[in-house]
């Protein structure tokens, strides 16, 4: 069909592509969940349980001066259950980000790492929250 061609083709294709700028649909790409922040009690909660180190490598966070990274186990950064948050330094967060620590090896660490006899207090943890 001759007419229904040219009719088509008189539309830039642009026209239907503009839909308006969705959140989480950046040039990543690759993650679609929404992003929300994880609530502060959840994040004290994990540093307390944590307590203070990365619960991968076991390093000492307050003593190295490092942020605490708040990984998605499940990789669902909507996800803010304690159980899917593990509390990592930036060497973990990253090696768990780029799949060198798989999800198993991190649920693995998460139920095998060690109570601590003591949480950090407020203080540590305001520390490991918003810096020194
Ligand atoms: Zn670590």
Same mark, same amino acid.
């Given at each position: 069909m001759w007419g229904n061609e040219s009719y088509r083709k #008189?539309?830039? $294709? $642009?026209a239907q592509k503009s839909k308006g700028t969705l959140r989480g649909?950046?040039?990543?790409? $690759?993650?679609?969940t929404k992003r929300t922040p994880i609530p502060e009690n959840v994040k004290k909660k994990a540093l307390m349980r944590s307590g203070r180190y990365?619960?991968?490598?076991?390093?000492d966070l307050l003593r190295n001066r490092l942020m605490p990274t708040f990984h998605h186990i499940d990789g669902n950064? #909507?996800?803010?259950?304690l159980n899917n948050i593990i509390v990592l330094c930036p060497d973990c967060h990253n090696k768990a980000d780029r799949g060198v620590i798989t999800k198993e090896q991190l649920i693995y660490k998460l139920r095998s790492s060690p109570r601590p006899m003591v949480g950090p207090n407020m203080d540590e943890i305001n520390k490991l929250l918003f810096g020194w």
């Open positions: #008189s539309f830039p $294709k $642009k649909e950046g040039p990543r790409g $690759k993650k679609k990365c619960q991968y490598c076991r390093k950064a #909507s996800n803010h259950h």
